[in-house]
């Protein structure tokens, strides 16, 4: 079983414009058309079984709407999380009606949202609520993709929440922070209640930096993502594979065992 933890895609008559936009954003390239139908196939062509879809609303004002077009989505093979904003002024309700859809948790972007993700006044009574409806957070960690001083998440932000909020389960993108990995293993690598998935990083990282961080945080915490349609889902599986420091058990288990407990066995 492969499950990809990483994943964006958009309404059709929206996807084209919106994968522009964000590609002109951050420079990156884009790999798909970032739909639903593109995803899926691709998905099939690598033997992929499951995807987490992650939505981010760049305003309050899109939250909702965003929300609704995710929970009607249907599709047995998304695992979906849904969208929050600092600034949305009904957050509770919104995250009552995401769990009550099935949604298992929220994307957060900081840096496409504009906020700071361990800003108590600001964020830490939407992570209370989520804890009080036992749904889970994917945080975008890192540069963007190299690091700045405007970057908004890095993993010693992540490992503050973390320890504010002990039930809260955090997911850590980019393998806990896309070209902040020194940050990583200094301060997030073993914090209980963070998993980390590994898109982006295998183009970036260096392998005994990738190999201390699975070892010190434990290769059973740490998911394969792509993050698609920004990296080719193909040649990310490729390099998952081909990683030298991991036996082929512990590779299953970072490709969709890891996952499939996680999402499935703990729901």
Known sequence: ?????????????????????TARMFNVPTYGAATATDLLSRMDACAIEYAVIHMVAPTPQLVHS???????????????????HPLF?????????LRDAGVRGIKLQPDVQQFTPDDPNTLYPLYEALCRYQMMVMFHVGGEPLPSPDNRSRPAMIARIARDFPELKIIAAHLGGLNMWDEVEA?????????????????????????????????????????????????????????????????????????????????
């Open 187 to 267: 301060v997030l690598v073993g914090v209980p209640n963070v998993w980390m998935e590994t898109s982006l990083s295998y183009r970036f990282i260096k392998p005994d930096q990738a190999q201390r961080i699975l070892a010190k945080h434990g290769h059973e915490k740490i998911f394969f993502g792509t993050d698609y349609p920004f990296a080719p889902i193909d040649a990310s599986l490729a390099a998952a594979r081909s990683v030298t420091f991991l036996t082929n058990i512990q590779k299953q288990d970072i490709l969709g065992r890891n996952a499939h407990r996680f999402f499935f066995d703990s729901a």
């Open 66 to 84: 965003t929300n609704t077009w995710l929970i009607n989505l249907q599709q047995k093979r998304f695992i979906k999380f849904g969208t929050l």
């Open 1 to 21: 079983m492969i499950i990809d933890a990483h994943t964006h895609i958009f309404p059709d008559h929206q996807a084209a414009a919106a994968l522009q936009a």
């Open 89 to 97: 002024p009904d957050y509770e309700d919104e995250i009552r009606r």
